[in-house]
Protein backbone atom coordinates (compact mmCIF):
# COMPACT_ATOMS: atom_id res chain seq x y z
CA UNK A 1 0.00 0.00 0.00
CA UNK A 2 1.56 3.54 -0.85
CA UNK A 3 1.23 4.73 2.67
CA UNK A 4 2.73 2.32 4.15
CA UNK A 5 5.78 3.03 1.90
CA UNK A 6 5.11 6.72 2.86
CA UNK A 7 5.26 6.19 6.75
CA UNK A 8 8.18 4.01 6.09
CA UNK A 9 10.06 6.74 5.06
CA UNK A 10 8.93 9.15 7.44
CA UNK A 11 10.56 6.48 10.03
CA UNK A 12 13.67 6.51 8.97
CA UNK A 13 13.41 10.48 9.08
CA UNK A 14 12.57 10.11 12.63
CA UNK A 15 15.25 7.09 13.14
CA UNK A 16 17.76 10.24 11.76
CA UNK A 17 16.43 13.25 13.55
CA UNK A 18 16.62 10.91 17.20
CA UNK A 19 20.34 9.82 16.24
CA UNK A 20 21.07 13.63 15.75
CA UNK A 21 19.36 14.97 18.90
CA UNK A 22 18.88 12.03 21.59
CA UNK A 23 17.35 13.95 24.23
CA UNK A 24 14.64 15.60 21.81
CA UNK A 25 11.30 13.74 23.38
CA UNK A 26 9.08 15.30 20.55
CA UNK A 27 11.38 13.26 17.82
CA UNK A 28 10.29 10.44 19.89
CA UNK A 29 6.74 11.43 20.48
CA UNK A 30 6.78 11.25 16.70
CA UNK A 31 8.68 8.18 15.84
CA UNK A 32 6.33 6.17 18.18
CA UNK A 33 3.27 7.46 16.56
CA UNK A 34 4.51 6.52 13.31
CA UNK A 35 5.10 2.85 14.68
CA UNK A 36 1.69 2.69 15.37
CA UNK A 37 0.80 3.29 12.51
CA UNK A 38 3.16 0.50 11.09
CA UNK A 39 1.57 -1.33 13.74
CA UNK A 40 4.41 -1.77 15.43
CA UNK A 41 2.33 -1.54 19.04
CA UNK A 42 5.70 -2.39 20.95
CA UNK A 43 8.49 0.02 19.77
CA UNK A 44 5.34 2.64 19.72
CA UNK A 45 5.17 2.65 23.43
CA UNK A 46 8.61 2.04 24.07
CA UNK A 47 9.15 5.55 21.74
CA UNK A 48 6.64 7.46 24.08
CA UNK A 49 8.33 6.00 27.00
CA UNK A 50 11.19 7.60 26.24
CA UNK A 51 9.51 11.15 25.04
CA UNK A 52 8.06 10.77 28.93
CA UNK A 53 11.36 9.79 30.43
CA UNK A 54 12.70 12.78 29.06
CA UNK A 55 9.97 15.32 29.68
CA UNK A 56 7.64 14.25 32.53
CA UNK A 57 5.54 16.56 31.63
CA UNK A 58 4.76 15.20 28.99
CA UNK A 59 2.40 12.25 30.29
CA UNK A 60 -1.00 13.58 30.35
CA UNK A 61 -0.55 14.32 26.50
CA UNK A 62 0.50 11.14 25.91
CA UNK A 63 -3.01 10.15 24.44
CA UNK A 64 -0.97 8.06 21.32
CA UNK A 65 0.37 5.84 24.41
CA UNK A 66 -3.35 4.97 25.93
CA UNK A 67 -4.30 3.63 22.49
CA UNK A 68 -1.05 1.70 21.83
CA UNK A 69 -1.50 -0.04 25.14
CA UNK A 70 -5.40 -0.72 24.13
CA UNK A 71 -4.00 -3.17 21.09
CA UNK A 72 -1.48 -4.09 23.51
CA UNK A 73 -4.23 -5.35 25.46
CA UNK A 74 -2.17 -3.41 28.54
CA UNK A 75 -6.09 -2.17 28.74
CA UNK A 76 -5.41 -1.13 33.22
CA UNK A 77 -2.71 1.33 31.87
CA UNK A 78 -4.48 2.69 28.95
CA UNK A 79 -7.48 3.39 31.03
CA UNK A 80 -4.89 5.29 33.48
CA UNK A 81 -3.45 7.65 30.92
CA UNK A 82 -6.75 8.10 29.17
CA UNK A 83 -7.93 9.43 32.54
CA UNK A 84 -4.69 11.45 33.08
CA UNK A 85 -5.00 12.95 29.58
CA UNK A 86 -8.48 14.18 31.14
CA UNK A 87 -6.76 16.50 33.65
CA UNK A 88 -5.86 18.88 30.82
CA UNK A 89 -8.28 17.64 28.15
CA UNK A 90 -11.63 17.63 29.59
CA UNK A 91 -13.60 18.44 26.72
CA UNK A 92 -12.44 15.20 24.67
CA UNK A 93 -15.11 12.44 24.23
CA UNK A 94 -12.58 10.61 22.36
CA UNK A 95 -10.31 9.55 25.64
CA UNK A 96 -13.25 8.94 28.07
CA UNK A 97 -14.89 6.19 25.25
CA UNK A 98 -11.17 5.41 24.84
CA UNK A 99 -10.99 4.48 28.63
CA UNK A 100 -14.52 2.97 28.59
CA UNK A 101 -13.28 0.55 25.60
CA UNK A 102 -10.19 -0.69 28.18
CA UNK A 103 -12.54 -0.92 31.45
CA UNK A 104 -15.03 -3.09 29.19
CA UNK A 105 -12.23 -5.47 28.18
CA UNK A 106 -10.82 -5.69 32.12
CA UNK A 107 -14.32 -5.41 33.59
CA UNK A 108 -17.08 -5.73 31.55
CA UNK A 109 -19.47 -3.08 29.35
CA UNK A 110 -21.65 -2.42 32.42
CA UNK A 111 -18.53 -1.70 35.01
CA UNK A 112 -17.31 0.63 31.75
CA UNK A 113 -20.83 2.27 31.61
CA UNK A 114 -21.38 2.85 35.41
CA UNK A 115 -17.90 4.46 35.58
CA UNK A 116 -18.05 6.54 32.42
CA UNK A 117 -16.62 10.03 33.14
CA UNK A 118 -18.82 13.36 32.42
CA UNK A 119 -17.82 15.03 29.54
CA UNK A 120 -19.57 18.49 28.65
CA UNK A 121 -18.69 20.90 25.58
CA UNK A 122 -17.04 18.64 22.84
CA UNK A 123 -17.53 20.96 19.94
CA UNK A 124 -17.96 17.93 17.45
CA UNK A 125 -21.42 16.97 17.10
CA UNK A 126 -20.86 13.40 16.00
CA UNK A 127 -18.43 12.97 19.27
CA UNK A 128 -21.24 14.08 21.37
CA UNK A 129 -23.66 11.46 19.59
CA UNK A 130 -20.78 9.00 20.32
CA UNK A 131 -21.23 10.04 23.91
CA UNK A 132 -24.67 9.31 24.31
CA UNK A 133 -24.16 6.19 22.21
CA UNK A 134 -21.69 4.86 25.30
CA UNK A 135 -23.58 6.27 27.89
CA UNK A 136 -26.46 4.28 26.83
CA UNK A 137 -28.94 7.07 25.72
CA UNK A 138 -29.22 6.61 21.82
CA UNK A 139 -28.99 4.45 19.70
CA UNK A 140 -26.48 2.74 16.56
CA UNK A 141 -28.90 4.53 14.13
CA UNK A 142 -28.71 8.61 16.22
CA UNK A 143 -24.72 8.16 15.92
CA UNK A 144 -24.52 6.85 11.77
CA UNK A 145 -27.26 9.80 11.31
CA UNK A 146 -25.85 12.19 12.80
CA UNK A 147 -22.16 10.94 11.16
CA UNK A 148 -24.38 11.61 7.70
CA UNK A 149 -24.73 14.96 8.32
CA UNK A 150 -21.42 15.96 8.79
CA UNK A 151 -19.79 14.73 5.92
CA UNK A 152 -17.10 12.07 5.43
CA UNK A 153 -15.47 13.09 8.47
CA UNK A 154 -18.59 11.94 10.09
CA UNK A 155 -19.28 9.16 8.49
CA UNK A 156 -15.65 8.41 9.49
CA UNK A 157 -16.01 8.48 12.79
CA UNK A 158 -19.59 7.26 13.53
CA UNK A 159 -17.92 3.99 12.12
CA UNK A 160 -15.09 3.43 13.58
CA UNK A 161 -16.69 4.61 16.78
CA UNK A 162 -19.77 2.14 15.73
CA UNK A 163 -16.65 -1.05 15.43
CA UNK A 164 -14.88 -0.62 18.75
CA UNK A 165 -18.64 -0.39 20.55
CA UNK A 166 -19.30 -3.30 19.09
CA UNK A 167 -16.30 -4.72 19.78
CA UNK A 168 -16.70 -4.21 23.76
CA UNK A 169 -19.70 -6.11 23.23
CA UNK A 170 -17.98 -8.88 21.95
CA UNK A 171 -20.04 -8.77 18.53
CA UNK A 172 -17.05 -9.38 15.81
CA UNK A 173 -19.17 -8.89 13.74
CA UNK A 174 -20.48 -5.96 13.63
CA UNK A 175 -17.12 -4.61 14.92
CA UNK A 176 -15.45 -5.82 11.37
CA UNK A 177 -18.75 -4.45 9.47
CA UNK A 178 -18.12 -0.67 10.60
CA UNK A 179 -14.03 -0.95 11.23
CA UNK A 180 -13.73 -2.09 7.88
CA UNK A 181 -16.27 0.50 6.36
CA UNK A 182 -14.58 3.28 8.52
CA UNK A 183 -10.96 2.28 6.82
CA UNK A 184 -12.03 1.66 3.34
CA UNK A 185 -15.21 4.18 2.52
CA UNK A 186 -13.98 7.29 4.32
CA UNK A 187 -10.33 7.86 4.32
CA UNK A 188 -9.73 11.01 6.07
CA UNK A 189 -6.27 12.50 6.53
CA UNK A 190 -6.22 12.00 10.34
CA UNK A 191 -4.08 9.94 13.20
CA UNK A 192 -7.40 8.09 13.71
CA UNK A 193 -7.87 6.47 10.25
CA UNK A 194 -4.17 5.04 10.50
CA UNK A 195 -5.98 2.99 13.84
CA UNK A 196 -9.17 1.74 11.56
CA UNK A 197 -6.18 0.58 9.47
CA UNK A 198 -4.21 -0.72 12.47
CA UNK A 199 -7.36 -2.12 13.79
CA UNK A 200 -8.02 -4.12 10.76
CA UNK A 201 -4.69 -5.40 10.23
CA UNK A 202 -3.75 -6.72 14.07
CA UNK A 203 -7.83 -8.11 14.29
CA UNK A 204 -7.29 -9.60 10.52
CA UNK A 205 -10.55 -8.09 9.20
Partial sequence: MFFTNSLENQLQRWDETIRNQPQNPHAYVRRGMVNFQLAKIDESIQDFDTAEKLDAHLKPYL???GLSYYYAERFAEGAAQ???DLTVNAQDVEETVWRYLCIAC???VQE???SLLTV?????RIMRSVYDLYAGNCTTDD???VGKSEGIKG???SHLYLGLYYEAENNRELAQEYIVKAADNYKIDDYMWYLAQVHKNLRKF
Fill in 63 to 65: WQR
Fill in 82 to 84: FEI
Fill in 106 to 108: LSG
Fill in 112 to 114: ARN
Fill in 120 to 124: KNDPR
Fill in 143 to 145: VLN
Fill in 155 to 157: NFY
